[in-house]
């Protein structure tokens, strides 16, 4: 892991501090999220307002354009106060990640002269049928945080066959048919109430569909591109490829959310005594060691993650598969190494860690939650070790 620069480490507290500004707020309203499983808007309006969801855009585009480092500091902050609002942030800045992809045009009006969210569901579970100077797109797409806070949506559909006088691809004879990763507006999408999760219950992740919106081609990107870094332009943000930039996000909430299980189980032990015990959790030599394993596991992941941060700002540009995979290992890592230590402790807390609603429980849920996305899931390791064997690195088998 490379030492912070003087400037980067000014841009980090910088954006910390902004972390401060609504860290009451945040908490006030994490319980109200969590029962209405949607971030209340004052919380997005007050997100909104510090610029957390325009941290990763190009400052072409009126974003920050901070460094992978400064963005994932201030996620782990936002989850050590409410997970699901770090969530949202961090899907914004997946997705923001377009960007660099789409027309210069097309990106400012999405991204400059929009306040609201830019995001929606990146599983190509609709079809875009080409039809003269763009597409028309249909489809459901689940797992949509925050899309009830967005002016404008991303649909990631499958590309039907040519036909006469259409634009678009056509599928191979062997190979899967080409995604297009297309913006439509928020309001033409129709909203489903279908997010009853075990934990992140506050990111509103229920699902949209899209009937027969036609997308101009200037508002897609070819999902073929998204593996290799944006095309060199004036306006371009960042030279990372989107699949080697995703990681970051989903991996810097799952380890705030464990940087914030060592605080609850801290201040736990210290105030619960064990049915028929004398002493409290922390006076046990049992706890002391299974804490400073699970800090061991949070430290380390911190560690990984900051160094596939540099990795990935030094090299996103010519790293391809090396890269990738370095990335991926880093990101599947801190999710196991997170999950083994909000167990740890979920456990070493016995009966006290039963309470629905407390912190702790509320940690564990988080936690497991967040591990289920694919850019933190163990298959990760599975492709990334086919790859150190010599073969290709796959998204999935």
Known sequence: MTPLSPAQADETRTWLSRVENVSGLLAEKRAQAEQDRATPTAVMDA??????????????????????????????????????????????????RLSDYLPDKVAARLFCTSRGLVVGGVNPTGEAVPVPGGYRVRGTWSFASGATHADWLLCAAVLA???????????????????????????????????HSLGLCGTGSGSFTVDNVVVPESHSVDGSLLRRPPAVRRTRGYAIAYYDFAPFTTASTALGIAQQTLDV??????????????????????????????????????????????????????????????????????????????????????????RSGDDLDRCFRDIHTAARHITLATTNFEMVGAHLFGGPLLMRR
């Open 265 to 354: 189980f801290r201040e736990l032990a210290g105030r619960t005594v064990p049915a028929r015990s004398t002493h409290a959790l922390a006076d046990s030599a049992t706890v002391h060691a299974t804490f400073a394993r699970a800090t061991a596991l949070v430290r380390a992941a911190e560690l990984v993650l900051a160094d596939a941060a540099d990795q990935a700002m030094a090299h996103g540009e010519t790293g391809g598969e090396e890269l990738s995979g370095v990335i991926r290992l880093a990101a599947a890592s801190v999710a196991e190494n997170c999950v083994s230590a909000v167990t740890m402790l979920h456990t070493a807390a016995g009966a006290a860690a039963l």
């Open 47 to 96: 997100l909104r307002a510090q610029e957390f969801h325009r941290m990763w855009v190009s400052h072409s585009f009126s974003g920050a354009n901070v460094s992978l480092r400064t963005g994932s500091a201030v996620l782990q902050a936002l989850a050590r106060i409410d997970p699901s609002a770090a969530w949202q942030m961090g899907v914004q800045g997946a997705i923001g």
């Open 161 to 195: 066959p040519c036909t006469s006088g259409s634009s678009g691809g056509q599928r191979g004879q062997d190979g899967p048919a080409p995604i297009r990763m297309l913006f439509i507006p928020g309001s033409t999408a129709s909203f489903i109430d279908d997010w």
